[in-house]
């Protein structure tokens, strides 16, 4: 076959930049009765070590649900939150635990996570509150339930004049649901704030180290910026539901804090559901298709979360190339454990299937963060690239995304990744929804030059590396 001429982009990073795999602990309405932490707790292990026991190959970050008293009591998803101190230990809302359970069990869970050196992150909805009672409110003429001063915890008892409208701003464009919005540059509101996010971060309180900020388009970057500033977590990250990557890009350098890959994730969407084949696979190089291509550093890539689900066909092509490419890739609970994707579920089961073995591939070949050279993006059905190595043991790989619809495909490509010249290549990963082509591709050699040809089935992926490994 006529070996095909390569690009090769100038993306190569710091592995420590964006190392490791996320995942979201949570969906949306997990089973109610205040069993969540403990049902999170036991998966614990098995998400540090997930290709075997002892292994150092899995997770490095979990994130967890709201966890404060929210206006729903033991049936709410803690996005309306009511009592910011009351983590499930107080009897307010028609319960004492909250929809995930107690205090006692938050902390349990919290503590079996970072005895396996798994970071927990905080979900921190402050764009707004609920649950306070009726009171006259000045600034409206009228009656708001902005009344805070019968919390159980006995702090944070803000009154309307935390909310807009108020003597600060008559009026806030990231109001939500209908929920009292609050007023961040009201002093007594942001140093209360500040204050519960450290007391988050006691082990005596919950035990958080890093920080996801919730619906963060209704209230100023500066924000973001200043309360990290002030709680110093290991890592942050906004929801900022936008897929224009300049846009990400400014509120990431505004915030100083990552921010969720929405532009990615509705560009997989197109590629991955479009099953005849008609998604055009390059464009996950795009800077104005991919915040990761754009800015790998800030990036935290998803193939589904809580809020969307919209991925419903070949959905591993999607974590193929999220777990092997740049950015912060983050697993989701539900697509892990629910819909089977841990060992290929829909897209084939066994060795070689499943987000176990690309986070291994991620974790051991690429040394845990993946340092991209771009070799083939000129056919629309496929897409090769590679991972610098870093040592023999952590030799790097070349990974194979082809979403057309019947045809395996691939090309000569020519790596500059001098671990994988003069060895034969073994997919270590691989997949195909495609009836009959979901099996392991052939062995290739890599020359002395680094060229070699590299191939994936229909609507599947293939991850290779050094044999032998």
Same mark, same amino acid.
């Given at each position: 076959?006529?070996?095909?001429?390569?690009?090769?982009?100038?993306?190569?990073?710091?592995?420590?930049?964006?190392? !490791?795999?996320?995942?979201?602990?949570?969906?949306?309405?997990?089973?109610?009765?205040?069993?969540?932490?403990?049902?999170?707790?036991?998966?614990?292990?098995?998400?540090?070590?997930?290709?075997?026991?002892?292994?150092?190959?899995?997770?490095?970050?979990?994130?967890?649900?709201?966890?404060?008293?929210?206006?729903?009591?033991?049936?709410?998803?803690?996005? &309306?939150?009511? &009592?910011?101190?009351?983590?499930?230990?107080?009897?307010?809302?028609?319960?004492?635990?909250?929809?995930? =359970?107690?205090?006692?069990?938050?902390?349990?869970?919290?503590?079996?996570?970072?005895?396996? !050196?798994? &970071?927990?992150?905080?979900? +921190?909805? %402050?764009?707004?509150?609920?649950?306070?009672?009726?009171?006259?409110?000045?600034?409206?003429?009228?009656?708001?339930?902005? #009344?805070?001063?019968?919390?159980?915890?006995?702090?944070?008892?803000?009154?309307?004049?935390?909310?807009?409208?108020?003597?600060?701003?008559?009026?806030?464009?990231?109001?939500?649901?209908?929920?009292?919005?609050?007023?961040? #540059?009201?002093?007594?509101?942001?140093?209360?704030?500040?204050?519960?996010?450290?007391?988050?971060?006691?082990?005596?309180?919950?035990?958080?180290?890093?920080?996801?900020?919730?619906?963060?388009?209704?209230?100023?970057?500066?924000?973001?910026?200043?309360?990290?500033?002030?709680?110093?977590?290991?890592?942050?990250?906004?929801?900022?539901? #936008?897929?224009?990557?300049?846009?990400?890009?400014?509120?990431?350098?505004?915030?100083?804090?990552?921010?969720?890959?929405?532009?990615?994730?509705?560009?997989?969407?197109?590629?991955?559901?479009?099953?005849?084949?008609?998604?055009?696979?390059?464009?996950?190089?795009?800077?104005?298709?991919?915040?990761?291509?754009?800015?790998?550093?800030?990036?935290?890539?998803?193939?589904?979360?809580?809020?969307?689900?919209? %991925?419903?066909?070949?959905?591993?092509?999607?974590?193929?190339? %999220?777990?092997?490419?740049?950015?912060?890739?983050?697993?989701?609970?539900?697509?892990?454990?629910?819909? =089977?994707?841990?060992?290929?579920?829909?897209?084939?089961?066994?060795?070689?299937?499943?987000?176990?073995?690309?986070?291994?591939?991620?974790?051991?070949?690429?040394?845990?963060?993946?340092?991209?050279?771009?070799?083939?993006?000129? #056919?629309?059905?496929?897409? +090769?690239?590679?991972?610098? !190595?870093?040592?023999?043991?952590?030799?790097?790989?070349?990974?194979?995304?082809? &979403?057309?619809?019947?045809?395996?495909?691939?090309?000569?490509?020519?790596?500059?990744?001098?671990?994988?010249?003069?060895?034969?290549?073994?997919?270590?990963?691989?997949?195909?929804?495609?009836?009959?082509?979901?099996?392991?591709?052939?062995?290739?050699?890599?020359? =002395?030059?680094?060229?070699?040809?590299?191939?994936?089935?229909?609507?599947?992926?293939?991850?290779?590396?050094?044999?032998?490994?």
């Amino acid at each position: 076959m006529k070996r095909l001429g390569f690009l090769m982009v100038g993306l190569l990073v710091g592995s420590s930049m964006f190392a !490791g795999v996320m995942m979201q602990g949570f969906y949306w309405d997990v089973p109610a009765g205040g069993n969540w932490y403990n049902t999170m707790k036991s998966k614990a292990y098995g998400l540090r070590y997930m290709v075997g026991s002892g292994t150092k190959y899995g997770i490095n970050r979990i994130w967890f649900p709201p966890v404060s008293k929210a206006q729903g009591g033991g049936y709410s998803m803690g996005y &309306d939150p009511h &009592d910011y101190y009351d983590l499930g230990q107080y009897y307010q809302d028609g319960t004492t635990e909250t929809r995930f =359970g107690s205090q006692a069990e938050l902390k349990a869970a919290i503590a079996r996570y970072r005895s396996y !050196g798994i &970071d927990c992150m905080a979900d +921190i909805v %402050i764009n707004h509150r609920s649950g306070g009672a009726s009171e006259y409110n000045p600034y409206t003429g009228g009656n708001t339930w902005t #009344d805070f001063r019968n919390v159980a915890s006995g702090k944070a008892k803000w009154r309307y004049w935390a909310f807009h409208p108020n003597n600060i701003h008559w009026y806030d464009s990231g109001s939500f649901g209908g929920f009292p919005d609050v007023c961040h #540059d009201n002093s007594t509101v942001y140093n209360d704030i500040k204050t519960w996010m450290n007391w988050l971060k006691s082990t005596a309180n919950a035990g958080f180290k890093s920080w996801r900020w919730d619906y963060v388009k209704g209230f100023s970057p500066t924000i973001v910026k200043n309360l990290n500033a002030a709680t110093s977590p290991t890592f942050s990250v906004g929801e900022y539901w #936008d897929a224009n990557t300049s846009t990400l890009d400014w509120w990431a350098n505004a915030a100083n804090s990552s921010v969720f890959d929405f532009a990615l994730y509705y560009t997989l969407k197109d590629i991955c559901n479009n099953s005849s084949g008609g998604g055009y696979l390059p464009n996950v190089f795009d800077y104005s298709k991919s915040f990761a291509a754009k800015n790998p550093w800030r990036a935290v890539t998803f193939v589904g979360n809580h809020d969307t689900d919209e %991925i419903y066909r070949d959905k591993m092509m999607a974590y193929a190339f %999220i777990l092997t490419y740049q950015g912060y890739p983050c697993i989701w609970w539900k697509d892990y454990y629910n819909y =089977g994707l841990a060992t290929g579920g829909g897209a084939g089961s066994g060795w070689g299937n499943g987000i176990k073995q690309l986070v291994w591939c991620r974790e051991k070949l690429g040394g845990g963060g993946p340092q991209i050279e771009i070799l083939k993006s000129n #056919d629309g059905d496929v897409i +090769i690239y590679g991972s610098k !190595g870093y040592s023999t043991s952590s030799p790097g790989y070349i990974v194979v995304i082809n &979403d057309h619809p019947s045809q395996w495909k691939g090309a000569w490509v020519r790596t500059g990744n001098s671990y994988l010249k003069n060895k034969t290549l073994k997919a270590y990963a691989w997949s195909s929804t495609v009836s009959g082509q979901n099996v392991a591709p052939q062995n290739k050699y890599c020359d =002395g030059n680094g060229w070699v040809e590299v191939w994936a089935a229909p609507r599947g992926y293939a991850v290779y590396s050094v044999n032998g490994l």
